[in-house]
């Protein structure tokens, strides 16, 4: 009878501490310890109930009563998220079939409505097919690929048209390599793949437009335009692959940082040089006061078709930029063969009635306008601050300043080389635009002298601000 009396006593207590404990956690205190009962009775009566054993996990308890209430057992396992499928690109002959297609038709259209107001305001809505076909011509003219006219080839490269069909290109190069999922791959063969697959698809695009420009009295070589295009294709593609898939970077990141500097000091001296160069045509255009507006109101073709005739000549306005760079740099350009524009000489003829012929000058430049000379030493003192700030003192310094104008040299001479061409080949016309080495040369000089000024500049201004 005390053996049940003693059970039933050890019983209550356990309930009381297990009420005791669920009140202390309702009111927010520390969690208390249940207590686990002694042995178990001497009698050996097996009617008593053993004590239930506290093998619960504890949780702390919260102590913000708004998360008095969260449930103090052990938090169900969550299951891992289900994995997503992998999405799958389009396959690189589809990819580089539809981004190319689509870089081609963008550059192409602005062309087409040019010429064809042109052409259709001249002689009518039934010579619609002959401006499709001129188009088309100037179109791959704007590749690089001479068009043959009845008059004689015709090879001035519209550099407006070039850089469109470059941009474009670019981005079609970036959209192949987002299609086979090589975003940051850093390996060189997707982007290769993406490259070779532009540079395919547009040679087919050139052969197609070859196609459509031949006719009568007018003609595009085949074989050239589809190796034209091809490799025009190829390099824009690439630039934009190779950047995208981060391979440029990569690449980038192994070259001396001594290199690097001149290389970005040299991109930034030839960039001035080209936007002076820009400028000054620009100028000399305005100062031609209303002789352009004149020319252009000569021909009797409405105000569209003068229209067209504008965007005629904004196609060019790059080739205008690149001739006044060579004019500030001192070897100057040409307009026919036998002529020559420079500062300390003028010497034309009988050119095309174009507006943007007006702002030819007419003489030599004045003394005071030589200041302009200065332009180009002035972009090198400007590369060589920014080598003098990146780059640390000593022989690495001029190794920079000399990356600095071999850069500035290649970029400006590489654009004086496709800025010019015949205008008309056969003829005194088949001469126009700078040569490319002597512009490379001044180039080369007078940002090396600009270039060692700034860096020689720069360090006496840091060692002026060193002295106490």
Same mark, same amino acid.
């Given at each position: 009878?005390?053996?049940?009396?003693?059970?039933?006593?050890?019983?209550?207590?356990?309930?009381?501490?297990?009420?005791?404990?669920?009140?202390?956690?309702? *009111?927010?205190?520390?969690?208390?310890? *249940?207590?686990?009962?002694?042995?178990?009775?001497?009698?050996?009566?097996?009617?008593?109930?053993?004590?239930?054993?506290?093998?619960?996990?504890?949780?702390?308890?919260?102590?913000?009563?708004?998360?008095?209430?969260? !449930?103090?057992?052990?938090?169900?396992?969550?299951?891992?998220?289900?994995?997503?499928?992998?999405?799958?690109?389009?396959?690189? !002959?589809?990819?580089?079939?539809?981004?190319?297609?689509?870089?081609?038709?963008?550059?192409?259209?602005?062309?087409?409505?040019?010429?064809? %107001?042109?052409?259709?305001?001249?002689?009518?809505?039934?010579?619609?097919?002959?401006?499709?076909?001129?188009?088309?011509?100037?179109?791959?003219?704007?590749?690089?690929?001479?068009?043959?006219? !009845?008059?004689?080839?015709?090879?001035?490269?519209?550099?407006?048209?070039?850089?469109?069909?470059?941009?474009?290109?670019?981005?079609?190069?970036?959209?192949?390599?987002?299609?086979?999922?090589?975003?940051?791959?850093?390996?060189?063969? @997707?982007?290769?793949?993406?490259?070779?697959?532009?540079?395919?698809?547009?040679?087919?695009?050139?052969?197609?437009?070859?196609?459509?420009?031949?006719? @009568?009295?007018?003609?595009?070589?085949?074989?050239?335009?589809?190796?034209?295009?091809?490799?025009?294709?190829?390099?824009?593609?690439?630039?934009?692959?190779?950047?995208?898939?981060?391979?440029?970077?990569?690449?980038?990141?192994?070259?001396?940082?001594? %290199?690097?500097?001149?290389?970005?000091?040299?991109?930034?001296?030839?960039?001035?040089?080209?936007?002076?160069?820009?400028?000054?045509?620009?100028?000399?255009?305005?100062?031609?006061?209303?002789?352009?507006?004149?020319?252009?109101?000569?021909?009797?073709?409405?105000?569209?078709?003068?229209?067209?005739?504008?965007?005629?000549?904004?196609?060019?306005? @790059?080739? %205008?930029?690149?001739?006044?760079?060579?004019?500030?740099?001192?070897?100057?350009?040409?307009?026919?063969?036998?002529?020559?524009?420079?500062?300390?000489?003028?010497?034309?003829?009988?050119?095309?009635?174009?507006?943007?012929?007006?702002? *030819?000058?007419?003489?030599?430049? @004045?003394?005071?306008?030589?200041?302009? *000379?200065?332009?180009?030493?002035?972009?090198?003192?400007?590369?060589?601050?920014?080598?003098?700030?990146?780059?640390?003192?000593?022989?690495?310094?001029?190794?920079?300043?000399?990356?600095?104008?071999?850069?500035?040299?290649?970029?400006?001479?590489?654009?004086?080389?496709?800025?010019?061409?015949?205008?008309?080949?056969?003829?005194? %016309?088949?001469?126009?635009?700078?040569?490319?080495?002597?512009?490379?040369?001044?180039?080369?000089?007078?940002?090396?002298?600009?270039?060692?000024?700034?860096?020689?500049?720069?360090?006496?201004?840091?060692?002026?601000?060193?002295?106490?």
């Amino acid at each position: 009878m005390a053996t049940g009396d003693t059970s039933r006593e050890r019983q209550e207590a356990l309930e009381a501490a297990e009420a005791a404990h669920l009140d202390a956690i309702r *009111l927010g205190r520390s969690q208390l310890p *249940l207590p686990r009962p002694t042995e178990r009775a001497d009698s050996g009566d097996e009617s008593a109930e053993p004590a239930a054993p506290h093998d619960r996990p504890t949780v702390p308890v919260p102590r913000d009563g708004a998360d008095r209430d969260r !449930p103090t057992g052990p938090l169900p396992r969550e299951r891992p998220p289900a994995p997503r499928p992998a999405r799958r690109g389009a396959p690189l !002959p589809v990819a580089a079939a539809v981004a190319t297609a689509w870089a081609g038709l963008v550059s192409f259209l602005p062309v087409a409505l040019i010429i064809s %107001l042109l052409v259709v305001l001249e002689s009518g809505t039934e010579a619609l097919g002959t401006g499709i076909r001129v188009a088309t011509a100037g179109w791959l003219l704007g590749h690089g690929v001479p068009v043959h006219t !009845p008059d004689g080839p015709v090879g001035l490269v519209p550099l407006a048209v070039s850089a469109l069909a470059a941009w474009r290109l670019v981005r079609a190069g970036v959209h192949v390599s987002r299609a086979i999922g090589a975003r940051r791959r850093r390996t060189p063969g @997707p982007a290769l793949a993406a490259a070779v697959a532009v540079g395919v698809g547009y040679a087919a695009l050139g052969a197609l437009a070859a196609t459509v420009a031949s006719g @009568p009295g007018w003609g595009v070589d085949l074989g050239r335009a589809v190796l034209t295009l091809a490799g025009f294709g190829t390099v824009a593609g690439g630039l934009g692959a190779f950047h995208y898939t981060g391979v440029l970077a990569a690449w980038g990141a192994r070259i001396p940082a001594t %290199l690097r500097a001149g290389g970005r000091a040299g991109a930034v001296a030839a960039a001035v040089i080209l936007a002076a160069g820009a400028a000054l045509a620009g100028v000399a255009l305005a100062a031609a006061g209303g002789e352009p507006a004149d020319i252009l109101a000569a021909f009797d073709t409405g105000v569209a078709g003068q229209a067209g005739l504008t965007l005629l000549c904004l196609a060019y306005a @790059p080739n %205008l930029a690149g001739w006044a760079t060579a004019y500030l740099l001192g070897p100057g350009f040409a307009v026919g063969t036998d002529t020559v524009v420079r500062s300390s000489e003028v010497a034309v003829g009988p050119l095309p009635a174009l507006p943007v012929f007006a702002g *030819l000058p007419d003489a030599a430049l @004045p003394t005071v306008g030589a200041v302009l *000379l200065l332009v180009p030493v002035i972009a090198g003192v400007a590369g060589g601050g920014l080598v003098a700030k990146t780059v640390p003192g000593g022989w690495h310094r001029l190794l920079a300043a000399l990356v600095t104008a071999v850069t500035a040299s290649g970029v400006v001479g590489a654009v004086a080389a496709v800025s010019g061409g015949p205008l008309l080949g056969g003829g005194r %016309l088949s001469t126009f635009g700078p040569d490319p080495g002597l512009v490379a040369g001044a180039t080369a000089v007078t940002v090396a002298v600009g270039a060692l000024l700034g860096v020689a500049a720069t360090a006496v201004l840091a060692a002026r601000r060193r002295r106490p």
